[in-house]
């Protein structure tokens, strides 16, 4: 059985708790990825990164894009926890672990898991300036479109 | 039915969600839009433009032609910008 753990948080989280958990006590565990996405600084300076969701699909939504991404390679288990509400320059936003026997099945799947999240996860982020500029929505970029449409064209899409 | 909304479409509106009671001509997605972009200024200005606006059926990605004729909740939001 595939262990899938997926939360929405508003807390920071521990990577090297969560890996600890993931691996439990297996030993036919070959390679874990673990990403994790950062709120990064820019110019002008932020204050913070403000996470908005939607409470209830974004847990269903990252689900769906971890048990596709279970369907399409081997993998042992996958946790993927994003957070919401304010994060500041430096803190941690999202977390995506992905345990397989091998290498190849762990790497895809863990950015197969991000590049469908960034496009169907009901999140949205709005920049908060240090200088008490307006603060705006960040606009979807159209690499991460056509990030998901190369999942799409190596296998006839999932969902 | 209930009606939420997110991100710079909720700041336009004014509203995060409201209650509403709908003709029942509106059958559809692109119908409730009209017939939201008919109550004021806020609406129109938070659906001007149509194809950056994404819509969720009972908590599911909707198109434009989705039925929400037995929904109790429909979403509408940006495109998203997560991870």
């Not at chain 1, 990577?15 to 030993?27: G, I, N, V, Y």
């Not at chain 1, 820019?42 to 990164?49: D, N, R, V």
């Not at chain 2, 989705?66 to 991870?83: K, L």
């Amino acid at each position: 059985m595939v262990a899938l753990k997926v939360r929405v948080q508003l807390e920071d989280f521990n990577a090297q708790e969560e890996e600890k958990r993931l691996l439990s006590d297996r030993r036919d565990i070959g390679a874990i990825i673990s990403f994790i996405g950062l709120c990064r600084d820019e110019e002008p300076p932020l204050s913070a990164l403000e996470l908005e969701h939607y409470a209830g699909m974004a847990e269903t939504e990252i689900e769906a894009v971890a048990k596709e991404a279970s369907s399409r390679w081997p993998i042992f288990g996958a946790t993927i926890i994003h957070r919401y509400g304010m994060i500041k320059p430096g803190e941690q936003i999202v977390l995506t672990l992905v345990a397989a026997a091998h290498r190849e099945a762990a790497f895809a799947s863990a950015q197969f898991i991000m590049d469908y999240l960034k496009t169907k996860a009901p999140f949205w982020k709005k920049r908060h300036f240090l200088d008490g500029a307006a603060s705006d929505w960040i606009a979807p970029k159209i690499e991460d479109d056509l990030a998901l449409r190369r999942w799409q064209e190596s296998k006839s899409p999932g969902g | 039915m209930k009606a939420i909304y997110f991100a710079w479409i909720r700041e336009r509106i004014g509203l995060a969600e409201e209650e509403l009671h709908l003709p029942q001509e509106v059958k559809t997605v692109a119908e409730l839009v009209d017939w939201l972009v008919g109550r004021g200024e806020g609406y129109a200005l938070a659906f001007e433009n149509r194809q950056s606006i994404r819509a969720a059926v009972d908590k599911r990605h909707a198109s434009a032609h989705s039925s929400i004729v037995s929904a109790r909740e429909i979403a509408f939001f940006p495109p998203m910008t997560g991870g």
